[in-house]
């Protein structure tokens, strides 16, 4: 099954400057990969997908790479804002051919004021 | 348009009693999925059930917890004979299809504190 690694470290920045988290997995590579907010004592919210022939794509401020080479997902923030602060977690199909996603554990984005 | 509905959000128990948590998908998505969280852990693959079917258990202790999601009314998380460490945080996911890409519509989650 697919193991995915994400910063467990919080990631502290000043508003305004670009924040940008990593997303790496360690088995074969996925059709695609997710992105997802969770905000303290509220469920994930969906925000992008990238597909494994998609190099890059965005969505207003957010922007996501996804490079099959290095095994690795970038997701960036521009321009970052107090209200960006929150768990960012990646989730990738739990196996080939599955539509059940396995998340990584998150990273947490402090953007300070 | 109601997103996923979890209920209820906070919910204590002793030792030994009944859980039982309650998931209504958003309207139109017949698939469902139920996670677990711990603090400081990752969300927890539990079971993916389809109306009337359970589709993908291997996330699910094998004693003490149940899944169903009858024809009509939200899908059931059972867990019978609480102990502590089934406190945690629960989530319920719904999609509308397969060809969806996995994207998953989470709700707000239920609390378990088991005392």
């Known amino acids: 099954s697919q193991k995915i690694e994400q910063n467990s470290e919080a990631l502290n920045i000043q508003e305004g400057k670009t924040a940008t988290l990593t997303c790496n997995y360690t088995?074969?590579?996925?059709?695609?990969l997710q992105w997802y907010r969770q905000d303290p004592g509220r469920g994930p919210v969906f925000l992008l997908l990238?597909?494994?022939?998609?190099k890059e794509k965005r969505k207003e401020r957010l922007k996501v790479t996804f490079d099959t080479t290095l095994k690795q997902s970038l997701f960036h923030i521009t321009a970052s804002q107090p209200a960006d602060s929150a768990t960012y977690l990646c989730?990738?199909?739990?196996?080939?051919?599955?539509?059940?996603?396995?998340f990584g554990r998150g990273t947490s984005l402090i953007v300070h004021p | 348009n109601a997103g996923v509905m979890q209920n209820p959000r906070h919910l204590v128990r002793r030792r030994g009693q009944e859980a039982r948590l309650r998931c209504s998908p958003m309207?139109?998505?017949?698939?469902v999925y139920w996670y677990r969280q711990l603090p400081e852990e990752g969300l927890k693959f539990m079971v993916y059930?389809?109306?009337?079917?359970?589709?993908?258990e291997s996330g699910m202790p094998k004693e003490r917890f149940s899944a169903e999601f009858p024809k009509e009314g939200p899908s059931i998380l059972r867990i019978q004979q609480v102990v502590r460490g089934d406190s945690a945080a629960y989530f319920c996911?719904?999609?509308?299809?397969?060809?969806?890409?996995?994207?998953?519509?989470f709700g707000a989650g239920t609390r378990l504190s088991v005392l």
């Open positions: 996911a719904s999609s509308p299809e397969q060809t969806g890409m996995g994207i998953q519509y």
């Open positions: 088995n074969y590579s996925p059709a695609y």
């Open positions: 990238i597909r494994e022939n998609e």
């Open positions: 989730a990738l199909p739990a196996s080939g051919g599955s539509y059940i996603p396995t």
């Open positions: 309207k139109g998505h017949s698939h």
């Open positions: 059930l389809q109306k009337e079917n359970i589709i993908d």
